[in-house]
T-cell receptor, first 115, second 117 residues
């Protein structure tokens, strides 16, 4: 069975500081990994994905994520946080082969960026 | 660019009643999904559909029914609503042609907040 862990329910960071939202995963074989963001009363919006190749993936709104196979992690990062980045962030994983079509989501991390 | 729309956005009903949540997408994506979002659980897949007239169960299908007579619509029906089905429901679509090898992102609607009294 595949799973995703987001160990922090909430992350607080000051505007202008770097931010990291953590994600670790468990899957048979190689993964496809995704980050989504959810603003209040809205659906999830796709931020970025890792398929293969370069371990550092760049996405929307200045976000990036680093794939680390040995640590089975896919942490979301941004060099300089904005108040408008405050939202709920979800990590998701799918096995590249043999895992069928199921996308498994983490429980989400609430990011709060303060002035 | 309408994308994917869900209706209603908010719904209150009583236990035992039937309720249908609507989902419509304008992209002609082949795959569509229904999720429920609950605190502490993230998103859990209820049902999905690979194409018109092709549907399959997800992680938590009990108490739900889906149909897909047209590519663009994917309604979700709670045949006899229970309080445990109070949740926020999200519909999503994806353009992949074969989910076994999929790496395409899913595109989500804005959700239906359903309360069952």
């Amino acid at each position: 069975a595949q799973s995703v862990a987001q160990p922090e329910d909430q992350v607080n960071v000051a505007e202008g500081n770097p931010l990291t939202v953590k994600c670790t995963y468990s899957v048979s074989g190689n993964p496809y990994l995704f980050w989504y963001v959810q603003y209040p009363n809205r659906g999830l919006q796709f931020l970025l994905k890792y398929i293969t190749g370069d371990n550092l993936v760049k996405g929307s709104y200045g976000f990036e994520a680093e794939f680390n196979k040995s640590q089975t992690s896919f942490h979301l990062k941004k060099p300089s946080a904005l108040v408008s980045d405050s939202a709920l962030y979800f990590c998701a994983v799918r096995a590249r082969t043999g895992g069928g079509n199921k996308l498994t989501f983490g429980t989400g991390t609430q990011l709060k960026v303060e002035l | 660019d309408a994308g994917i729309t869900q209706s209603p956005r908010y719904k209150i009903t009583e236990t035992g009643r039937q309720v249908t949540l609507m989902c419509h997408q304008t992209w002609s994506h082949s795959y569509m999904f229904w999720y429920r979002q609950d605190l502490g659980h993230g998103l859990r897949l209820i049902y999905y559909s690979a194409a018109a007239d092709i549907t399959d169960k997800g992680e938590v299908p009990d108490g739900y029914v889906v149909s897909r007579s047209k590519t663009e619509n994917f309604p979700l029906t709670l045949e006899s609503a229970t309080r445990s089905q109070t949740s926020v429901y999200f519909c999503a679509s994806s353009e992949e042609t074969d989910m076994r090898y999929s790496n395409q992102p899913q595109h989500f609607g804005d959700g239906t907040r359903l309360s069952i009294l």
